[in-house]
């Protein structure tokens, strides 16, 4: 993990950089795919949804007093939304898509004042940050 200064405008930019966002999706999608077909179940991204903390109240941890059978229909809505077609399977272009529509929500939640926050190494947002700072550097 790591203090990152970051703004909508970081992740926006990142996001309309086709070539470096799908690569950085491509990426975590094979990541998830355990069996490697091509395809991503409930299971293989079950943990990936569960990172996300929907309900996080304290230091990484959602809130307990949600029933456990509450907040796994949570993730499987969440799931649900990756799955377009309603295969109960997620392909690459569902995930790219999905994936866009989030951190698209992650920067307008943002807006255009630099926040500081902890991100995660890995993270689409750190891979925004860090490819922020590269074109700055490359400018300069």
Do not use: C, W
Not at 106 to 120: H, K, R, T
């Amino acid at each position: 993990m790591s203090v990152e200064i970051l703004d909508g405008s970081t992740v926006r930019s990142f996001v309309e950089d086709e070539g470096a966002f799908n690569s950085s999706v491509d990426d975590r999608f094979a990541a998830l795919d355990a069996d490697h077909d091509g395809l991503l179940t409930y299971a293989e991204m079950a943990g990936e949804l569960m990172s996300l903390r929907v309900l996080e109240k304290h230091f990484g941890v959602d809130e307990a007093a949600v029933a456990p059978d509450e907040l796994g229909a949570l993730y499987r809505g969440l799931f649900e939304r990756f799955d377009r077609d309603g295969s109960g399977m997620v392909d690459r272009h569902e995930f790219r898509a999905e994936m866009k529509e989030v951190m698209l929500a992650v920067a307008n939640g943002l807006g255009f004042l630099p926040v500081q926050m902890v991100v995660e190494e890995g993270s689409f947002l750190k891979v925004a940050v860090d490819r922020e700072l590269g074109q700055l550097a490359k400018a300069a």
